[in-house]
T-cell receptor, first 116, second 121 residues
């Protein structure tokens, strides 16, 4: 099955600096890589995702890059703000046509703290 | 779009009692729902996958008789923790998956509920 490793487990940055979280996956067939943000006491929220036919995707201050050859993908947050502080999870899945019930494989999470 | 709700958001129960947690997809139909549990400072652990109208598929090590899952409609799944014990105290999170693109560009993927904090005393 799929195995996803995530680093670092904790990350502290100064407000305004950039933060980068990296994940590697084991199953070369995985083709969908979402990132979730989880605030304390809340469920994970999808913040950005990328499919295997794309190398990079950006949404305002958040970007994700994917290297299929190396089987790793990264989350980049620029101009960090205190409200970016949360736990971030990467995930991987083989996403196929409707009707499939495949489950996400999550990374272990990164606690991001943005210091004011 | 793609809103998933859970009820209750938190519950405290006595050891030996049963607790039911509801998961609803509010603005889309979910053919598949997933139940996770999460211990403090840990990742999400998948407990079971449920498809509407059929029996749930449990992950290895999860007792199906203890964690009863019912996915009776395309918008509702329930998790019942039977004869709860203190070690069942955890954060339970459901997610719902649509068989179509709820949000353009984010097709076929899971949307998570806000979680339910269960404390068994």
């Amino acid at each position: 099955g799929e195995n996803v490793e995530q680093h670092p487990s904790t990350l502290s940055v100064q407000e305004g600096d950039s933060a980068v979280i990296k994940c590697t996956y084991s199953d070369s067939a995985s083709n969908y890589f979402p990132w979730y943000k989880q605030e304390l006491g809340k469920g994970p929220q999808l913040i950005i995702d990328i499919r295997s036919n794309v190398g990079e995707k950006k949404d305002q201050r958040i970007a994700v890059t994917l290297n299929k050859t190396a089987k790793h993908f990264s989350l980049h947050i620029t101009e960090t703000q205190p409200e970016d502080s949360a736990v971030y999870f990467c995930a991987a899945i083989l996403s196929i046509s409707s009707g499939s019930a495949r489950q996400l494989t999550f990374g272990s999470g990164t606690q991001l703290t943005v210091l004011p | 779009g793609a809103v998933v709700s859970q009820h209750p958001s938190w519950v405290i129960c006595k050891s030996g009692t049963s607790v039911k947690i509801e998961c609803r997809s509010l603005d889309f139909q979910a053919t598949t729902m997933f139940w996770y549990r999460q211990f403090p400072k840990q990742s999400l652990m998948l407990m079971a996958t449920s498809n509407e109208g059929s029996k749930a598929t449990y992950e290895q090590g999860v007792e199906k008789d203890k964690f009863l899952i019912n996915h009776a409609s395309l918008t509702l799944s329930t998790l019942t923790v039977t004869s709860a014990h203190p070690e069942d105290s955890s954060f339970y999170i459901c997610s719902a998956r649509a068989p179509y693109a709820v949000i353009p560009g984010l097709a076929y993927e899971q949307y998570f509920g806000p979680g339910t904090r269960l404390t068994v005393t």
